[in-house]
């Protein structure tokens, strides 16, 4: 048997494999799937994953585009992070990682919903969820800016000794005079609109200061970076 034949019958036994894998794969369904699991939805509706995932039972399981899927998960607002696994021959896991509630927001309509750290709306809020967050609400149409400033405050007030996230009752957002602060034990600090960070600080440097004395404020004023007005209890 001469090369040329062996090139021949070679050939002829590659074809005859892939006709038979084309059996096996498409007309027995070996790779179809059959079973979906998604782990980690806790506030998003595993349904409303799957129809942004685009497959069901019934997908070849060989030729979707993981990555696809995931860019379409990832619209979902909970969704900070998703990990796919094809467990051949028929099995797909979708694992997600979703965030958490930061604060409430109350617009202008008196519709309430979850916002997340970046000022996100998650979804409406209800009480299966729990409603013990730092409320924000709105006095006039939403300005995003005004939320991400409010959503500021609480971000500093996480990591803060003298002010924390738990002591914030309510934010007011009005278009006009920006934010008040109002906290659990009944003080009230007037930011106004815009660099907060710098305004945190000098509130901050307040309560430090009125500790020191054993004095306690009923407001501080400070929609000026560079100066405020504090009111005590006396």
Not at 25 to 48: C, H, M, P, R, W
Not at 51 to 69: C, D, E, H, M, V
Not at 171 to 200: A, C, E, M, Q, S
Request: one cysteine or more.
């Amino acid at each position: 048997m001469n090369l040329g034949e062996n090139i021949l019958i070679a050939v002829v036994f590659a074809t005859y494999i892939a006709i038979a894998a084309f059996f096996v794969v498409f007309k027995l369904n070996y790779f179809q799937i059959t079973d979906i699991k998604v782990v980690g939805a806790k506030n998003s509706s595993e349904a409303e994953l799957l129809r942004r995932a685009g497959i069901r039972a019934g997908y070849t399981n060989i030729f979707f585009s993981t990555n696809k899927l995931k860019m379409q998960i990832l619209k979902n607002p909970w969704i900070t992070d998703v990990n796919v696994r094809k467990e051949y021959p028929r099995k797909v896991i979708i694992e997600v990682t979703e965030q958490f509630p930061f604060c409430l927001l109350i617009d202008h309509k008196g519709d309430m919903y979850y916002l997340s750290k970046k000022g996100v709306i998650l979804a409406e809020a209800n009480f299966s969820n729990g409603l013990d967050f730092p409320v924000l609400i709105s006095k006039g149409i939403e300005s995003q800016q005004l939320i991400k400033n409010a959503v500021q405050v609480l971000s500093l007030s996480a990591s803060s000794n003298v002010l924390s996230w738990e002591e914030i009752s309510e934010i007011n957002i009005d278009p006009i005079y920006g934010l008040k602060v109002f906290t659990r034990d009944k003080r009230r600090i007037d930011f106004g609109k815009g660099d907060i960070r710098t305004k945190w600080k000098n509130v901050e440097k307040i309560i430090t200061h009125s500790l020191t004395i054993n004095m306690k404020e009923k407001y501080i004023h400070i929609d000026r970076a560079t100066m405020g007005v504090v009111g005590f209890n006396l």
